[in-house]
């Protein structure tokens, strides 16, 4: 089974209905193969496992205690060797986030904890830690009629003239319950995202963008301190870029990929191209769609760098 996803394409054993359905002719050209198969419990002559990875030339080790060990080689295929009786939701989930990840940097992309829309054919990324409402505010601009690019994992990729490009990811938000709720979602008629917790899967519609945009602006998530207004605030030079480290997708394995300084040398020339905003935005459902509201404006507006509502 063919899936789209970033700049390549899935050849997977595995079915990945979180993905879209891909042709041949989808993504760059490239392609990664996921297969079942056996995995070994450590890389012969590697160092020791940090945080579940271990590395040894152009293989990549990931084991989820319970769910699966993940193979990555090279940025070419994934070996999945699932644990016995392990739920096949989160043989997936891990798939799609810490395995897709290992791989997507062996293949030399940039990725950020963000989602991105699409506005007037540029692509505009959330990034902030789990907790910061980045899906609910997705939902809120899907509903407004921007196609959504991705949800939670933003990968970003450069073409010929050093441009940003932020790829499409998996066509769905991760959604609390009560979030879900507030957009007209009832529980029971959406999937389970993570076994155990109030999360679900939300199908994005239609409009969802298929092709990469050219990244304009990354607003980095925050909350207003109680009783304080929100505020939008233009970051730069070494704000700007320990913003980005800090919203770098599964970064703590960099340094065991052997890829920190690349990582910093693509966020530098993400820099030189990319606007970066601290957004800071009272809490609450009541003022969710005042807050959201701004974002939207500001996204509208050229972006003059100056605080706002």
């Not at 990931?62 to 043989?91: K, Q, S, T, W």
């Not at 939300?202 to 998530?221: M, Q, S, T």
């Not at 480290?245 to 020339?269: I, V």
Request: hydrophobic letters at 45%.
């Amino acid at each position: 089974m063919l899936y789209s996803c970033f700049d390549f394409v899935l050849r997977s054993e595995i079915p990945l209905p979180e993905l879209y359905p891909a042709g041949e002719a989808d993504g760059t050209g490239a392609q990664v193969d996921v297969r079942i198969g056996a995995v070994p419990e450590s890389l012969s002559g590697a160092p020791a496992a940090v945080r579940g990875l271990q590395v040894a030339g152009d293989e990549a080790l990931f084991c989820a205690p319970g769910v699966a060990r993940y193979l990555m080689r090279g940025g070419r295929e994934i070996v999945v060797d699932p644990a016995p009786g392990g739920p096949e939701r989160n043989l997936r989930i891990f798939l799609l986030g810490s395995a897709l990840g290992i791989l997507s940097n062996q293949r030399g992309l940039l990725l950020l904890h963000a989602n991105a829309i699409v506005a007037d054919g540029a692509a505009f990324a959330f990034a902030g830690t789990s907790g910061a409402g980045k899906s609910t505010l997705a939902a809120h601009f899907e509903r407004a009629g921007y196609p959504v690019l991705c949800d939670d994992v933003c990968a970003i990729g450069f073409d010929s003239a050093g441009q940003p490009l932020a790829w499409p990811g998996v066509p769905w938000l991760k959604l609390w319950g009560d979030a879900a709720l507030a957009f007209g979602h009832a529980r029971d008629a959406l999937d389970i995202a993570i076994e155990g917790l109030d999360k679900f899967h939300v199908p994005l519609a239609a409009c969802a963008r298929r092709e990469a945009a050219p990244l304009k602006r990354l607003y980095v998530l925050g909350r207003a301190a109680a009783g304080e207004p929100g505020a939008i605030t233009r970051l730069r030079g070494a704000q700007a870029m320990e913003a980005l480290l800090q919203q770098t997708y599964r970064g703590r394995y960099l340094g065991p990929l052997g890829l920190a300084e690349r990582h910093f040398r693509q966020c530098a020339a993400l820099l030189a191209r990319v606007e970066v905003y601290a957004a800071s935005r009272s809490w609450g459902y009541d003022v969710f769609e005042r807050e959201a509201s701004g974002l939207e404006r500001h996204i509208r507006s050229g972006g003059a760098g100056r605080a706002e509502h």
